[in-house]
């Protein structure tokens, strides 16, 4: 190992040299004290093994423009419609990023609504947007040509 003395930069210690009984000299950290030295550092090994295959359903488009009408039509929160298609919270939030980008849809807000309506009004959202999936399932499949 290599330590050089620099006035700054990358990789930077302090620290000094101190003499071994054999004749070496060992490189010491120092908090306060020392000069500045630069030590070259080990690349950097990752611990786990990266996985090999991790199994990833692609989006169909059809499935796509079904969560777009759910939320435009129904205004299903973002929660309900992940646990109606089986999809993570944030694959739903960035379609609907995307289609609220593109001019598709418009922003929601409840926040002048009281607490219980907004909970009492979720629940039942949420039974209706099972129901309504369901409708949609043939038209994401393919099978159908219209959506209902």
């Keep these: 190992?290599?330590?050089?003395?620099?006035?700054?930069?990358?990789?930077?210690?302090?620290?000094?040299?101190?003499?071994?009984?054999n004749g070496e000299e060992k490189f010491v950290h120092s908090k306060y004290g020392?000069?500045?030295?630069?030590i070259p550092r080990d690349p950097y090994t990752r611990s786990k093994p990266y996985p090999e295959h991790i199994d990833h359903f692609?989006?169909?488009?059809?499935e796509k423009t079904a969560i777009i009408q759910l939320r435009r039509l129904g205004s299903y929160?973002?929660?309900?419609?992940?646990?109606?298609s089986?999809?993570?919270?944030?694959?739903?939030?960035?379609?609907?990023?995307?289609?609220?980008?593109?001019?598709?849809?418009?922003?929601d807000d409840n926040r002048k609504l009281p607490r219980k309506a907004i909970?009492?009004?979720a629940k039942k959202k949420l039974f209706s947007c099972f129901s309504a999936f369901k409708l949609w399932e043939s038209f994401i499949l393919g099978e159908g040509d219209e959506p209902p």
């Design 1 to 21: 190992m290599t330590i050089t003395k620099v006035w700054g930069g990358a990789n930077i210690v302090r620290g000094h040299f101190r003499s071994l009984p």
């Design 34 to 38: 020392g000069e500045l030295y630069a």
């Design 58 to 62: 692609k989006a169909l488009p059809r």
């Design 77 to 84: 929160s973002i929660n309900q419609l992940s646990k109606a």
């Design 86 to 107: 089986g999809r993570s919270t944030s694959w739903i939030h960035k379609i609907l990023n995307d289609a609220r980008r593109l001019g598709l849809l418009r922003k």
């Design 119 to 121: 909970l009492l009004g």
